[in-house]
């Protein structure tokens, strides 16, 4: 009878065990709903001072790091990809389960929604990432037609992830510890592309948002202010603003009036932001890492000027939001390296690049002059290198020297990478966690390796044949 009991309690404990490890593989992970939560789970309690709630036009515009670094504010972005209100209003009752901030920012661009209800793919991404609780099963059931629980057990879902699993799922922190172990839920777009500077018509004052998005908006705002948390509503600018969503979001404006709490629309002040649509968008709904800037800035410098906010640079507990923003500016840092295009600029900017640049770089055919002393492998006279080679550099110093040979093979841990460089009877290739990065063409070729945020920062070619301008 013992002997019983024991192995069935063997047999439930290795079955939670293979359940645990397959839901923690399988379950969804999506930065715009489901891991910014995981992220705001692992904060210390009672250390955000300013929470940011709202759809996608929050946490991709309004940039955490940005608040950190230019007024010191510890703040948070917390939603979800068009994320209605009653999905807000829930995320909002979750936050306060363990934090107090000293002001919420909502973005309210979820008034313009004239859909009630979002595809299977957002109702995951606004649901799956709030612990079990009543709350959460409220919010499921307003995210459904029918109010019924259609999304649970989540597990009948994970299906869908198959042919999607990857490194990340395995991995701690996505498998990206640099970038998510501090994250605050700021998803920054780096691509461009150029708008024309959006126009509104007249504004008619009869138009509502949805009589559910208005009852949540309007609850959201109640549950602040029966806490005693200040509230501000804005609207981040984009490209597509036009009269249609100014005409509901001005109701969103007059709400808010109605309740007393600041409304700030910055679609009304582009030339303040110095927002310029030809460089400041990544799409037509959102700011990419430049606009951000600009937008983080100025509702930042509202939040110093009308709150009592900390300063928290000094402060080690807020360490994390440090290491957050360290991220972020260097990643800006090696977006300008990918931006030039002149070899001798190349060479200078990576010249002075500290210690946590790797340069792996590699020469065939001649050499323009200067160039063999810019790169720190010596004179012409100490050394020549007509014949071409392959060096890794760190810092100043030569950590692998092909020599001039043929049919190599060099490894080098990268932390949680790993880089080989082989030649194959003069075919060279460079290869970072089994993905080519180069192989040699007549030139200079370059990759960079950013320790600091465990990336590739750069890959190119400088081509003789076109003035040494570089080629990605």
Known sequence: MKKNIIKIVLFFSVLTLILF?????????????IYDLDAFYRLEKESVDVLVLGTSHAFMDINTAV????YGIAAFDLGGSIQPFWNTYYYLKEALKTQNPKVVAIEAYAATQTDLYSDESRIIKNNFGLKFSEDKLDSLKLSTPDGKLDYLPEWIFYHNRYEEINRSDFGKYLGNEKKYENWKGYWCLYTNKAYEKPTVGEIRKDVCM?????????????????????????VSPYAEYHTAHAELLDHARR???????????????????????AVDCADPGHLNYLGSQKLTSALGRYLADNYDLPDRRQNQDYDSWEKESEYFYRSVDNIYLKQIVDLNSYLEVVGKADSDY?????????????????????????????????????????????EGKRDFLYNMELENSDLAIKDEAGNIEVVIDKELIYSLEPGIKICIWDYKTEELADNVWFNPAKEWRAER
Request: glycine residues 10%; charged residues 25%; negative net charge.
């Open 21 to 33: 490890l397959f839901r923690s593989v399988f379950r969804f992970k999506y930065e715009d709903g």
């Open 67 to 70: 608040l950190y670094e230019e």
């Open 210 to 234: 949805l009589e559910k998005q208005e009852e949540y908006y309007r609850k959201t705002i109640e549950l602040l202010q029966s806490n005693g948390i200040p509230v501000v509503i804005f």
């Open 255 to 277: 709400i808010a009036v109605e309740y007393g709490v600041p409304f700030v629309n910055y679609n009304d002040n582009y030339d303040e932001l110095g927002l310029d649509f």
């Open 358 to 402: 790797l340069m792996v770089i590699s020469i065939s055919g001649e050499l323009p002059e200067g160039v063999q002393t810019m790169i720190g492998l010596g004179t012409p006279n100490e050394r020549e290198l007509t014949g071409g080679g392959t060096w890794v550099i760190r810092n100043g110093n030569i950590l692998f020297d092909s």
